[in-house]
């Protein structure tokens, strides 16, 4: 495809309708940070994200959209705990929805657009989610369980079970409070 593209400055609401009817193309690149929910998932996106988004028309009318993204992001492996990077390469296609109610045509997404628009941000955003394995890990072989805490679990116990110094002192003064000081 020989469509320029450009860093997005921020992802709007988009007249989905309009563009589907335009038989429009738009390639974006997304920073990172115009994805916050991602981080809230310990997913960081490694690079920008390439989307492609191609909206049209099918014969009957019918207004789709087919997504495409490319990228890396990295994730918590859940077997080192570690980050772990996977690959970014896939392609939905969407149905657009004017509400929650409508059906949406078997084997598409559905894309809701609405009075505001189609909600790009919200649309990228749960197709990454449904991008990360349930269990992400390492290749198996390539990494280790971290070795039991039990070392370091003992040294943060110890202070709570020592008598704290300045307590004592503090419970040895009070004592000698009122049995009359002698010194003084
Ligand atoms: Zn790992």
């Known amino acids: ?20 009817k335009q038989g429009a193309v738009r390639e974006l690149l997304l920073n990172p940070a115009l994805l916050p929910r991602l981080a809230e998932f ?4 490694s690079e920008p994200l ?4 191609h909206y049209r028309q099918n014969e009957g009318g019918e207004a789709r959209l087919t997504a495409g993204f490319e990228g890396k992001m ?8 570690e980050p772990v990077a ?10 657009l929805l004017a509400d929650d109610d409508s059906d949406t045509p078997e084997g598409l997404e559905p894309a809701i657009c609405g009075r505001d628009g189609l909600n790009l941000q919200a649309l990228i955003e749960d197709e990454l ?15 280790e369980a971290p ?5 370091v679990d003992d040294e943060l116990l110890q202070p709570d079970e020592k008598p704290n110094p ?12 009122g049995s009359g000081s002698e010194t003084d």
């Open 50 to 53: 390439n989307c492609s988004l």
């Open 86 to 95: 996977l690959n970014i390469d896939s392609v939905s296609e969407f149905a």
């Open 1 to 20: 495809m020989s469509v320029s593209q450009q860093p997005a400055q921020k992802l709007q609401q988009v007249d989905a309708w309009r563009l589907a």
């Open 42 to 45: 310990d997913i960081t996106l």
């Open 74 to 81: 990295s994730v918590q492996c859940q077997h080192c705990l």
């Open 129 to 143: 989610l449904l991008l990360v394995p349930q269990s992400p890990t390492h290749p198996v072989g390539e990494c």
């Open 147 to 151: 070795k039991p805490q039990n070392v």
């Open 166 to 177: 300045f307590a004592a002192l503090a419970a040895l003064k009070q004592q000698g409070k």
